[in-house]
């Protein structure tokens, strides 16, 4: 084993966080920068160029997504049951490779609604301390949406987001989202062009009176210049977005926007594939980082400031690894790292199959479409339904690739034959759905550690989940399914018509979303959350973890938008206070 | 739906293997080119089954004889590179079953999905690949996914003589010799898990195919999960494949002449929508296009 030359800043995980941190401490400080990156370093041009459009290699194969043979997770429903690898790709796929999942994203792009940074407060305070069910252990971030604004605006600017603003100011605006929180200034470019599908949605949603928006997208409509000079080209909507790169760098990512700019610094070294394994620590200081190199050789890396950026499965994992913080412990609700470990909850869905129209699902992008607010979080009265929280509706055309999305088929078609075949040349390009994304509250029953069995290629435990859903999501799913999705699809009037309203236990098998949250919290009381609101570790003040997993619980959207804000707080804190003066940062 | 598997006493396991044997010694039969190899293990029963020896040697010298010696195979004549000729076979049997040529357009044999079967899993898809293959093996509950120790080789291996067996049982003849109503049978009857012929405690599959049946694409509702075993995790495999083959682009080896986009009107690998998505209920009138077609201009001419 080696121990290289010590460096100023080390980054574990090269994705957006890290990309994001690298570039404003490239452009702020003359700090040296090392970053650590599982998996290799692509680029538009050469590795998407005319090669994304390929289902079988991407979408399927997973070209893109973590290595399983070398490193996967272990999963349950409960603690009674054995849990078990997860061998083949299921329901999340996280990336791999510098610009982490990001570079395979869709592109939706969201900021958590206000309240929803002090949601326990906001529910107790509105229904009651009694409303709650007992084994929820959701709890307020110990930041507020005011305090991040400032940073969501400048990921926008970043990133080159395009929607439309519902409130400016507190001024609510037309044609946009009414429920979300104040924004400073608009996108900072307008909604994209969007397919039929998600068109006819918008005109059935606005017939029964919800108030319809564009989707917040990171498919740049127009070409875009960032604040650091990044170019966006236009997005061509081609229809490979999610589990691909982008062939003309129209998706905004770390690679195309904050890591290029970070390596014009000259002070950044990237090295790819290289597997940490383990912070060094006293208990209060970090020294370095442990790490197998290309070739299989550890090598120890040390720093001053150690920035934990991976993905959420990881910077829980490393810090069980590391034997930083108090692991939680279910039984006893004690102990913090692994605790409140949150993931996404679909299920609700309406479906209409039309006789003639003609729908193109192969064009569009990852987020093509319109949504509403009406049935999300805290948006409705909850005091006599049985269940808190909600979900975000919409209707994207994210590009039907015919593998994967051939149908969905009406009920009753046969899945294999000459009648298989007739509905899928009849329905392939007749059907639209419409979705919800429903909040993941945190349970004190769902939580990470590490597994008891089963251990990763170099022999270290890989993370083990145990999770489930509970009656609250069933009930919530089932209401938003009758009071919304129903009459949608009715007014949309397709010839047949299904409303999917029933989820069970979670299941590991298909695909439903890489919204992995929890597990190194956030929060005010270090008795409950992992680290600070700087994302500074309670307990080794020299590391910041920042991640999805910084969030107490998961929210009716995708959570990038929400993880960018927190990385440009976290840089800001850094560059202004803990770099001039380091130390617990408050 | 995930069971426990049955036990098998050590005698059904000694009579499957034995049913295991004997057919196996039939798919020599097919494959054999020396009439004197062949009579050195026949068993008469094999002879006696239609299809058996003698009517293959006659067809393959008829084949012979009337392929002209001057003429060379065309360049793009595939082989294959990990199936024998009894594999490709049955499996191009079952695909031409499972998507099947008829008044709606080509089918899977017209796509090649054989080939591209065999091209993927002669690669690193037919080995572990980058799926997680260590140990403790456990049956787990459906929500836990496939945990089978079997590389992809092995379960098309062991699901076609699995096939294979339940054809002999049922009609005396190889799947790949029944008629297609014949075919047809057994595979619904393996979708159903009625046949025992499956070693079902080596074939266990929920992903092992693509994750398909059309869910995604806006729409966030799991598909209705399950591991299942034996006869109907094979059926789930080889069905996955061939739409897979159907659909995937031509450069994998199948959807020649891109035969299951066109059935579908999905136009493959287009450079941009820009000016046509918002044309709402305009059919695309920009034809059909594979990945090759970009790739191959960045050959050195």
Redesign the interface.
Known sequence: MAVLPKTDVLFVGFGMVGGIIANELGKHTSLNMVALERGPFRTTNPDFL??H?????YA???QL?Q???RE?WT???DQT??S????????WLPGNGVGGAMVHWNGQLWRFLDYFFEYRTHLEQRYGPNFLPADTTIQDWGITYAELEPYFDQFDKTFGTAGKAGNLNGQIQPGGNPFEGPRSAEYPQPPN???????LFKAAAEDLGYKVFPQPSCNSPATYRNPDGQVLA??????FCERFGC?VGAKASPITTVIPSAMRSQRLEVREFANAFRINHDGATARSVSYYDASGQEQEQPADLIILGAFTLSNIRLMLLSQIGQPYDPQANSGVVGRNFTY?V????A?GWYDD??L?????SGAN?YCLDEFNSDSFDHADLGFFGGGNV????????????????PPGAP????G???A??QY??RV??????GECPAYRQNYADLDP???DAWGNPLIRITFNFTDNERKMVKYVAEKCLTQIIAQMNPAIQRV?DT?T?????????THINGGTVMGADPGTSVVNKFCQSWDVQNLFVVGASNFPQNGGYNPTGTVGALAYHTSDALINQYIKSPGRLA | MAESPQHTTDEELEARLAARRLSRRRFIVGGATSSAAVAGVLGSAALAAPGGVDEHLTQAQAQAQAQPQAQPAPSTTPGFEYFTPFQAAIVSAACARIIPTDDTGPGATEAGVVYFIDRQISGAYGLPGRRYEQGPYARGASTQGDQSGLHMRDRYRLGILGMETYAQQLYQLGFAQLTTDQQDRILHDMESGIPTTFDGASIQSATTGPAIGGTEGGMRQPAPGGTDIGATAFFNLLRSHAIAGFFADPVHGGNRDMVGWKLIGFPGAQMSYTGVIAQYGQPWQGGYKSLGEYQGQYLPS
């Open positions: 005319m090669d459009f390929d289902e079988w290699r399927v194969q997973g997504f290595d399983l043979a996967t999963f349950r429903n049951m054995p078990l690898p997860v061998r083949e790709y299921g329901s062009t969007v397919a039929y599908g998600p068109a236009p997005c061509n909507y081609c229809g062939h996404q679909g299920g609700a869905s479906t129209r003609i193109n699902r192969f064009m569009g479409g919409a209707c994207n055309n994210t590009g039907a690739r015919p593998i994967q999305s051939f149908g969905p088929l899945t294999w034959g000459s298989w075949k007739a899928v040349k392939y390009n639209v759905s419409v979705g919800m994304q069995t089963y251990r999917a989820i236990n979670f299941d590991s098998v298909p695909y439903q979303s």
